[in-house]
């Protein structure tokens, strides 16, 4: 099942996630009222693995080929998918930051095992992006199993798991986010926004969602294209007005560990079920290619942004904004060089090599 549609939104998440770190002070960021929305980059994170979950589905879910999944190839191709550009970026981070290795011997075992997310004080020490591939790493560790069990015993138990999930960690977050004990970028700071199992409510989510729509178990709307434009309307609207929520209801609210998931999947599933103009712009072949490089842009833009600091914003004065734009350009052509000579031709070649 294609789903072309879909694949720019990597892209604009991605994006998202950029502004997040580097355009803060640049437009349209600056403009008050759409910050929230345009520097959305934690919460684009938790879209990315409720999109990965339904994706899984679509590519994995085949009840009635059952005995032809293999775990072992599953994880093979995963590995195949992220770890190379993910070694790349994080050996580029690794050259610079040489002296912060040799001060704690365990920051380099724990992100080339993809473990950092799981110790608190460790997610961001190299490759500050490379924590959510730790949290993403689990969840393609855990998707054999969720696949077995629905194959096993349906759905039910797992829907049940899920919500149950959903209600406990917004439960943990809505409390320790707004306890006396929360301090930014303190270990229970690490453990509540970083750590897998805070995140795999979402992930869970789309993968049911993902066996739901390929299963024809949700039916299309009619005027389908109109609520697909509700949905980014509620979507936009949460993330501008957070600010304005929170002070309404008195404390924080956190969006990153799956509290709009349902917002998200709405989305999800009308743009998977689009058929019009919508569909077919999104379908583009040059905005699916930036959807397909939105991997190596999230994953390469600390190493590339450190390169372009001192090789150009360091020697040539420039307004902030024209530096993050240029910058943005060449991370752009960066990452698209990246997904077809480096990233793509090392998956075939694992895949290929290993497989067997």
Not at 31 to 49: K, M, R
Not at 146 to 165: D, E, N, P, Q, W
Request: glycine share 4%; with cysteine; proline share 5%.
């Amino acid at each position: 099942m294609q789903l072309d549609q879909i694949t720019f939104t990597r892209f604009i998440a991605a994006l998202s996630v950029v502004f997040f770190h580097y355009g803060m002070d640049v437009f349209p960021a600056n403009i008050p009222y759409l910050q929230e929305a345009v520097t959305a980059g934690p919460i684009a994170v938790n879209y990315f693995y409720i999109l990965s979950g339904f994706i899984m589905a679509i590519a994995y879910y085949r009840p009635q080929q059952q005995a032809s999944f293999s775990k072992w190839k599953y994880w093979l191709a995963r590995f195949a998918r992220i770890y190379p550009v993910y070694l790349l970026a994080l050996l580029l981070i690794a050259v610079v930051k040489y002296k912060t290795l040799s001060e704690d011997v365990l920051i380099l075992p724990l992100h080339l095992t993809m473990l950092q997310a799981w110790v608190p004080g460790y997610p961001i020490t190299l490759n500050t992006p490379g924590w959510s591939l730790s949290v993403e790493a689990f969840f393609y560790l855990c998707f054999p199993f969720l696949l077995l069990s629905i194959y096993k015993h349906g759905t039910y138990r797992l829907v049940i798991f899920a919500v149950a999930l959903w209600f406990v960690t917004q439960f943990i977050v809505l409390m320790l986010h707004n306890s006396d004990q929360y301090i930014a970028k303190s270990l229970l700071h690490d453990f509540l926004f970083y750590n897998p199992i805070m995140h795999l409510n979402a992930f869970i989510a789309g993968f049911l969602t993902g066996v739901f729509f390929k299963g024809k178990q949700i039916k299309p709307l009619k005027n389908n294209t109109f609520w697909l434009l509700v949905s980014v309307f509620i979507i936009t609207a949460l993330l501008m007005f957070r600010p304005s929520i929170e002070s309404m209801i008195g404390f924080k609210i956190a969006y990153s560990n799956g509290l709009i998931a349902p917002a998200f999947l709405l989305f999800i599933v009308l743009l998977s079920q689009e058929k019009g103009v919508i569909a077919s712009a999104l379908s583009n072949k040059w905005l699916v290619l930036l959807g397909e490089a939105s991997f190596s842009l999230y994953i390469l833009q600390k190493p590339l942004h450190g390169v372009y600091d001192k090789l150009i914003a360091n020697r040539i004065e420039l307004p902030e904004i024209l530096h993050f734009y240029i910058f943005l350009v060449l991370l752009i052509i960066a990452s698209i060089l990246s997904y077809k000579y480096f990233e793509t031709p090392m998956r075939i070649f694992i895949n290929n090599r290993y497989r067997a």
